[in-house]
């Protein structure tokens, strides 16, 4: 299998440029190798895929479930009926009150009908059901993947990324965020959750400072079909990740983990290689360009 590095000389051979241009290059080649190193080892971990087989056993709900739930207990996380918590070995407590939400039916019945003699009908109704949070149930703990913060200080590169946003002419808010939200990239507007380290705060500044050049500004909407969000988380994060390693901020840990969550591998870094490594160079040159540094004196 190629690397990334490999993948990315194949398909720029011809490509010229100054020493310090061509020196970059190969940072960032080999801040993706090891990145998509990171993510493949984290994949094939037996702690990741003991947390895909439990995951996959909890049901997706609607939206309209999904605000039920939220309206009845805003600090859910993992939610589940009463039998499919005894399957996870686990036990809901006496006495817990149910979360209601609305289970679809199926119904059938025949008729008679004068053309065919008897005809079928079917249709679909809804039925009240509860359901419960983890946190109203007791047992052994449910395999998980811990995606941790980025504990180190980084006031300097997140005033940069913060001059960097002012130039492109991003706006970025910064305040506390609910529902575990970090960032949020809005289209000419960002906003950050700074009740996190700095470190952390700057990486999720790169992230959706990506999201901003790669999904949501004019020119990438023209002429980019919409990416899946998979593909888009891919991409966000990927330049954070290259964007504050070469800036001394090591975000590995939680961007491997990040990535892999979101069904992301080294297939998939080698198939947007090209968008992830532009972007990220970008943004590198205006963290470092003079003028990114005046655009807000």
Known sequence: METVTQVWERGNRQETGSGKARELRARIDDSLDAL??????????DTFKAYLDVQAKFHRYSWHNSLLIAMQRPEASQVAGYRKWQELGRQVRKGGKGITIFAPCLWKREVAD?????????????????VFDIG???GPELPSLDVPDVDAA????????????????????????SGGVYGLSKGGAVDIDDTRGTGQQAKTLAHELAHEALHKSKESLATMPERSRSIAEL????????????FGLDVEVR???????????SKALRASLERIADTARTMIDD???PAARKAVA
């Not at 004068?114 to 249709?123: A, F, N, R, S």
């Open 287 to 289: 963290v470092e360009a």
């Open 136 to 138: 109203q149930t007791d």
């Open 154 to 177: 980084a006031d300097a590169l997140l005033a940069d990324l913060r001059r960097v946003a002012d130039s492109r002419g991003i706006r970025v808010a910064f305040g506390p965020l």
């Open 235 to 246: 991409e966000a994060e990927a330049v954070a990740y290259v964007v504050c390693r070469h």
């Open 36 to 45: 998509a190193r990171a993510v493949d080892d984290v994949r094939a971990s």
């Open 255 to 265: 961007a491997s983990r990040y990535i892999a969550l979101w069904d992301g591998d």
């Open 114 to 130: 004068d053309t065919i003699g008897v005809k079928v009908e079917q249709g679909i109704f809804f039925k009240a059901v509860y």
